[in-house]
C-alpha cells in the first residue's frame, strides 16, 4: 500500500535521482580503490544470486563498497535480509 501512495506522489524508488546517485557512487569506489563501475556491479549480482538461494533479500537496498588501507582492501557489504528460504539449509 505504501508503495502505491509513493507512486502516486512521485517517490517512485527508481527516480533517476537514485539511478544517477548509484552511479556516482559505484564512480567513487572506482575512484578509490581502481576497481572498475562493471566489476563491483558484477560482484554485487553475484553476490545477490549466491545469498538468494538462501534468503530473501532487498536488492535495491543492498550496498557492496570496496575500502582501501595502505595494507588492505576490505569488501563491506549491507544486505537486508527480508527472509530465510524454507529448506534451504536441507539442500547441503
Known sequence: MLELIQK??????NSSKD??????????VHDRVNVSPQLMETLKDDMFKAIS????????????????????????????????KRGAMSKR
Request: proline share 2%; hydrophobic share 40%; aromatic share 4%.
Open 19 to 28: 539511478i544517477a546517485k548509484e552511479r556516482l557512487r559505484l564512480v567513487l
Open 53 to 84: 538461494n538462501y534468503m530473501d533479500i532487498n536488492e535495491k537496498c543492498m550496498e557492496v563498497n570496496l575500502t582501501h588501507t595502505e595494507s588492505s582492501v576490505t569488501l563491506v557489504a549491507n544486505i537486508p535480509v527480508t527472509s530465510m
Open 8 to 13: 502516486l506522489f512521485g517517490k517512485d524508488s
